[in-house]
């Protein structure tokens, strides 16, 4: 029966290797901003519910930088997607359907919450005490946001599932009764909210010069939500590999070299972002914490490819060879690099 | 068949798509458009060293920002959701075929972001060289978006050689792709135009405002005497059929092209008044200009859809998802044993209504909805009997170009058929023995789906039984649009007197 519902794949240009390239280097990029923009948002609603000089000051600072980095997490959140329906479209398109309803709608809400954050930053003075009521509803937004990508992430791994479709056609099918979403949602939440932390921690040394006290401030306590968040997060993340299935469970614990590397390596990068944390190096933590950031995504991967074992595996696509679009590619892409870069550098040199 | 269909009876997935994408390509083509007519702007303020008019441009760009970044770049993900949502198998192919298209697009997508924060954030803090350096940044970055895109869509629409060869540049540089990106190029200007006079419309009056209204008329009467020929390019390299239905074929295009004339000449006329009084760019005259923009865009968007019928990519794949490679096997083996997504196998009597609407949501929901406002199957099957429908569905791409070919066995028509006919206008299900055959039945299996019996008091008026039986036999001669009408010459007959009778009789 599920393998009736699988849809059948398209062919692909290039071998998979690339795509898979390509999609463990831009999800872990769209995971960051995502972050940025998910903790960010969280921390300014504490810090303007909680109210104070200084507060006032480090949420009026994240949200000038809120809409760019709505912005890029939208923008880098593309390519991986793009990428991930080259290699896994059969299922994405499938859960994406199943839930369309829920799915479609993150459209209209993300337009609502980005609307918001600029409306955030462009009236933060004019709003005043009001402002925290605009930023919890994007907050709350951006947790629906969540709630819906973690369904349909998990959905399209599950085609013992897929045929719910037959006694409910309308899109409102979700996976959050599956006994891994709860862990798994929690971890991303809990995750986005600690490299939040880091990010704002991160921003406020733009302040250094003009204004120490509030760069100190915002380091301080950039690098406690990070560390609180990301000691819970361990918890959320040793739950969820309880329930995943085992044969993903033991791969990680031995049973497959690679992963087991990786997974370790992950691990080790936590606790060394913690350490450093603790002992307020912010240079240190980023650098470890966005390891994480990548490990992790990886691990993700990993476990994404585990639970479609049994039906698809990506190098079952295939390939019909054309390699002059990719190298294409590569060319605009290495020219689209140098051109951002020069940009980047003139504006920081407008405003130096 | 390879996908599940989100199936909303009543709305319809075509309805969803649309609603996103006029909007989001109102927006789109001003992000491009507006790139260029910003550099302009600012262009000019600097030539006359006028504070005034750069600050108009500063706050235009602001707008630009707001509009563009977050409601443009939103809906452009919001199109690619919808229509993989509403068309899986469709997207599905584009993306495997065209992926670095898109990947290369992407690239330009960070590009025009990036361009766009420093261009607003840094208006007035660089250097004037620098800045308007990376306004052309982004203008080009945002146009190359839109010749990526272009060839893609406009594969959809006419994929000519990439049929025999399957190569990716075949493909993107498809027939129609030139004229269409300059068509679009130049819709991008007049876009620009139609929002600059709708935005300056609602400034406090003042001398750099006066000018900049003559500038963007100027941007607004020229785009539209550039689009002509580009449209007229565009329509000559569209395969026959498309032709054919924008020529003629299809009344809803027909209707839709008038639009686009109409709304060209209200915006020309409205624009080249604004221009020579630049004063009269009153808020009511820039909003009909501004709807006129609307409707050209939205309607050349929904024709170029309209004319792609039934295909989703031409020759290659139908509106509804199946492959025109695969349909000599589903007809001859049938739609449900090959199918995915579908619960019976082997039709029965007991389930032959389940089955019937099991391909009605595989074959035909694509494009009509059930009791719903748009393409109503209900409304569209009225007057049409189980037989009549049962035949109708068996020949339906020959009678009507625009509806892809049946894909199923015979039995499976019957299914669809008893499906449309029982469950949704709840007529009588019964096999008509041959020999039976009354007039009425004849005209009701083979007329009935073009014709109502009543018109036939006009159609005929006057006419002799003779000259109704020749009728019979050269159906297509008198129409084009009608098939050939190949029953016994007893049937014809019986049909004669029954028309004859319809007509009033002698006279």
């Known amino acids: ?352 | 068949m390879n996908y599940p269909v989100w199936f909303l009876p009543a709305i319809g997935g075509g309805t969803l798509i649309a609603f996103i994408a006029i909007v989001h390509v109102f927006v789109s083509h001003f992000a491009v458009g507006g790139g260029a007519y910003l550099i302009a702007l600012e262009k000019k303020a600097y030539k006359e060293e006028s504070e005034e008019m750069l600050s108009i441009t500063k706050r235009f760009a602001k707008f630009f920002i707001l509009l563009t970044m977050v409601f443009g770049s939103i809906t452009g993900v919001g199109i690619w959701f919808i229509t993989a949502l509403v068309n899986p198998g469709g997207i599905s192919f584009l993306i495997h075929n065209f992926v670095f298209g898109w990947a290369a697009e992407w690239v330009f997508f960070v590009l025009e972001i990036i361009a766009a924060f420093v261009y607003y954030y840094t208006f007035g803090k660089m250097d004037r060289k620098t800045h308007l350096k990376i306004g052309w940044i982004y203008f080009i970055s945002a146009w190359m978006s839109l010749f990526l895109i272009t060839g893609i869509i406009d594969f959809m629409l006419t994929p000519g050689k990439w049929l025999q060869h399957h190569s990716f540049w075949l493909g993107f540089f498809n027939p129609s792709f030139f004229p269409s990106v300059f068509f679009r190029t130049f819709m991008s200007f007049l876009m620009a135009g139609v929002f600059g006079l709708f935005v300056l419309s609602f400034y406090k009056n003042s001398e750099a405002k006066e000018k900049f209204v003559k500038y963007s008329s100027l941007w607004v009467i020229i785009s539209i005497v550039l689009m002509v020929p580009f449209a007229l390019w565009y329509v000559s390299v569209l395969p026959v059929e498309a032709k054919s239905l924008v020529m003629g074929k299809s009344p809803e295009i027909v209707r839709t092209t008038k639009v686009i004339i109409t709304s060209s000449i209200i915006a020309f006329v409205l624009g080249l008044i604004v221009y020579l009084k630049p004063s009269l760019n009153k808020a009511y005259i820039a909003a009909i200009i501004f709807l006129a923009g609307f409707f050209i865009i939205g309607s050349f968007e929904w024709t170029r859809e309209a004319a792609r019928r039934p295909y989703v990519i031409n020759k290659v794949m139908y509106s509804n998802m199946i492959f025109e490679k695969d349909l000599p096997k589903l007809q001859k083996e049938g739609f449900l044993k090959n199918a995915k997504w579908v619960s019976v196998r082997n039709i029965t009597e007991e389930n032959k209504r389940l089955a019937g609407k099991e391909i009605f949501i595989h074959q035909c929901y694509a494009c009509h909805t059930i009791g719903g406002f748009n393409n109503d199957i209900k409304e569209k099957a009225k007057s049409m009997s189980y037989t009549a429908l049962t035949k109708y569905i068996e020949k339906i791409h020959k009678v009507r170009y625009f509806m892809p070919p049946f894909a199923g066995n015979e039995e499976e028509a019957k299914a669809l058929a008893a499906f449309i006919a029982g469950d949704l206008l709840g007529k009588e299900i019964k096999e008509v023995e041959k020999a039976k055959l009354d007039g009425k039945t004849i005209f009701e299996d083979n007329c009935s789906s073009c014709h109502e019996p009543e018109e036939f008091e006009d159609l005929i008026s006057g006419w002799d039984k003779a000259k109704i039986r020749k009728a019979l036999d050269m159906l297509e001669k008198l129409n084009p649009e009608m098939p050939p009408y190949n029953g016994t010459p007893q049937e014809k007959d019986t049909l004669t007197e029954y028309l004859f009778k319809l007509s009033g009789g002698v006279k």
């Open chain 1, 1 to 352: 029966m599920i393998n009736n519902l699988i849809p059948n794949p398209d062919t692909i240009q290039v071998s998979w290797i690339y795509f898979q390239m390509l999609l463990l280097l831009t999800t872990p990029i769209h995971f960051l901003f995502m972050n940025a923009m998910f903790g960010s948002a969280g921390i300014a609603t504490y810090l303007h519910f909680k109210g104070g000089e200084k507060e006032k000051k480090l949420a009026h600072h994240i949200a000038v930088f809120l809409p760019l980095v709505i912005a890029f997490a939208v923008n880098f959140g593309v390519a991986p997607l793009l990428f991930a329906q080259v290699l896994y479209g059969q299922f994405l398109y499938t859960s994406s359907v199943l839930m369309a309803v829920f799915w479609i709608s993150i459209i209209a809400i993300l337009i609502v919450g980005y609307y918001l954050a600029y409306y955030y930053d462009f009236s933060f003075e004019k709003l005043g005490n009001a402002g925290k009521w605009v930023i919890l509803i994007a907050f709350l937004l951006f947790i629906v946001i969540a709630y819906f990508f973690t369904n349909n992430m998990l959905l399209m791994t599950l085609p013992e599932k897929f045929s719910d479709w037959f006694n409910n056609m309308g899109g409102t099918i979700l996976a959050s009764s599956d006994k891994v979403f709860l862990p798994k949602y929690l971890h991303d939440l809990f995750g986005a909210m600690a490299i939040g932390g880091l990010y704002v921690a991160l921003i406020s040394q733009l302040k250094r010069d003009k204004d120490p006290e509030l760069a100190e401030y915002g380091k301080e306590l950039g690098l406690k939500v990070f560390f609180w968040f990301t000691i819970i997060n361990i918890l959320f993340g040793l739950w969820q590999l309880l329930v995943i299935p085992s044969n993903i469970r033991t791969g990680f614990l031995g049973g497959n070299g690679i992963h087991s590397v990786i997974f370790v390596l992950a691990l080790l990068f936590i606790i060394l972002a913690l350490v450093f944390a603790w002992k307020k190096n912010l240079k240190m933590t980023a650098t470890f914490g966005i390891l994480t950031v990548f490990f992790m995504s990886f691990v993700r991967d990993i476990v994404r490819r585990g639970y479609l074992s049994p039906y698809f595996k990506p190098s079952d696509l295939k390939v019909v060879n054309e390699y002059s679009p990719f190298i294409f590619f590569l060319i605009v892409f290495v020219i689209g690099f140098f051109v951002a870069y020069w940009m980047i550098k003139k504006a920081i040199e407008a405003f130096n």
